[in-house]
C-alpha cells in the first residue's frame, strides 16, 4: 500500500502541480534518481533537438512531486527552463519564438541525421515520423504571442 504525505506549501506556490512525497524511502530514492536523471536528459534536450525536452522535463516534474519538495520547487522556478515548463503544465501553452525554434532545430537536426548518418531506409521513415509527430504536438499547442512581465511586490 502507498503512503502519501500531503505538502500544502506548494499547492500555494503552484497549484496546477501539487506535491504528494512518497513515505518508502527506497521509493522516494528511486524517483528522485529518475527525476535527476530525466532533468539530465531534458538539459541535453535542448542541446540536441533530437531528445524531446519537454517529455523530460515533465518526467522530471512528476518524479520531483512524488521524492522532493525542494527539487519540484527548484525545477520549476529555474531561469533556464521554469516559466516554459510552468507554461506548459498550466495549459498556457508555449511561447511563438519556442515553437519556431523548435520546430527549425527539430527538421534540421532530422534532416541531417537522415542525409548524413542514417543510411537505413526503415531508421529514415522512423525518424520523419517521428518529426511529423512531434511537429503536430508542437503546432497544437496554444501559443502564447507575449510572456506577462512578471509582477513585483515591494
Request: positive net charge; contains cysteine.
Amino acid at each position: 500500500m502507498r503512503t502519501l504525505r500531503h505538502i500544502t506549501f506548494m499547492e500555494r506556490k503552484h497549484r496546477y502541480l501539487t506535491v504528494d512525497v512518497v513515505e518508502n524511502r527506497l521509493v522516494r530514492m528511486l524517483l528522485l534518481s529518475l527525476g535527476c536523471f530525466s532533468v539530465g536528459m531534458g538539459v541535453l534536450g535542448i542541446v540536441f533537438p533530437i531528445l524531446p525536452t519537454t517529455p523530460w522535463l515533465l518526467l522530471a516534474a512528476y518524479c520531483f512531486a512524488r521524492s522532493s519538495e525542494r527539487m519540484h520547487t527548484w525545477l520549476l522556478e529555474n531561469r533556464l527552463f521554469g516559466r516554459h515548463l510552468r507554461n506548459y503544465l498550466e495549459g498556457r501553452g508555449v511561447p511563438l519564438g519556442v515553437k519556431i525554434y523548435s520546430m527549425t532545430a527539430l527538421w534540421l537536426t532530422i534532416g541531417v541525421a537522415i542525409y548524413f548518418f542514417v543510411p537505413i531506409l526503415w531508421v529514415d521513415i522512423l525518424l520523419l515520423t517521428i518529426g511529423v509527430l512531434v511537429s503536430v504536438h508542437i503546432l497544437t499547442l496554444r501559443t502564447i504571442n507575449k510572456e506577462p512581465e512578471p509582477c513585483e511586490v515591494r
